[in-house]
């Protein structure tokens, strides 16, 4: 399959990553899903749980989300809420869009209950179009959980790299180092072409 302008800019922006981040880079992982949704209310309560791992140092993070609608909307607002702060361009990112696509035909199980399924979805980002992010496994809740993990470790890692560059950009104007500087613009903005970042806000 072809990949979008879209995809090829994120590919971009995740060699950054390697090269300003290393591994000061943000990593994502979903453990647990408790998910409750009385058939009398019209709302969903999730509650989550993630390691969240930096320079090898993980910790245990925990989120929740009361009145939502829908277990993906309850898991992409426990994130949201959980990173927004230290975060602000998350402010940009919204929910648009989830698709569900199981795939029997590589089911081992009799009645097929153990199919496999991709799970996308698909976010907007303010003046610039979509973006999508998929996983794949047997438990809708573990994709989606995963996916959304996905987003946000990649948008809170756009974030950090924003701000490290920032930092060697006034180093190398103060120093008159306009090698330096031609990079970093160059950085800044491969990085622009996926979120927009006010300048000190990031943490």
């Known amino acids: 399959m072809r990949k979008t302008p879209q995809e090829f800019r994120r590919d971009n922006v995740k060699s950054l990553f390697e090269k300003v981040l290393q ?9 647990d899903i408790a998910v409750g949704e ?4 019209d709302f969903t ?5 993630f390691s969240e791992t930096t320079a090898g140092v993980n910790r245990y993070v925990d989120a929740s989300a009361e009145q939502a609608k829908g277990f993906v909307d309850g898991v992409f607002k426990a994130c949201f809420e959980k990173y927004v702060s230290g975060t602000p361009s998350l402010q940009n990112i919204k929910l648009i869009d989830y698709k569900v696509h199981p795939n029997f035909n590589k089911s081992n199980g009799p009645i097929g209950s153990d199919a496999k399924t ?36 990649f948008y809170i890692n756009c974030g950090k790299t924003f701000n490290r560059i920032q930092a060697t950009l006034r180093d190398a104007q103060r120093r008159n180092r306009g090698d330096i500087v031609q990079s970093c613009m160059s950085d800044l903005s491969t990085l622009t072409g996926v979120n927009t970042y006010e300048k000190g806000k990031e943490n």
């Not at 591994?23 to 992982?29: G, N």
């Not at 303010?126 to 995963?146: D, P, V």
């Open 23 to 31: 591994s000061q880079a943000v990593i994502l992982r979903p453990l």
């Open 118 to 153: 991709e799970v996308t979805i698909v976010v907007g980002i303010e003046k610039l179009g979509q973006a999508e992010f998929s996983c794949i496994s047997r438990s809708i809740l573990h994709s989606s959980f995963a996916a959304v993990l996905q987003a946000f470790e």
């Open 45 to 49: 309560k999730v509650n989550i749980g």
């Open 38 to 41: 009385p058939f009398n209310s």
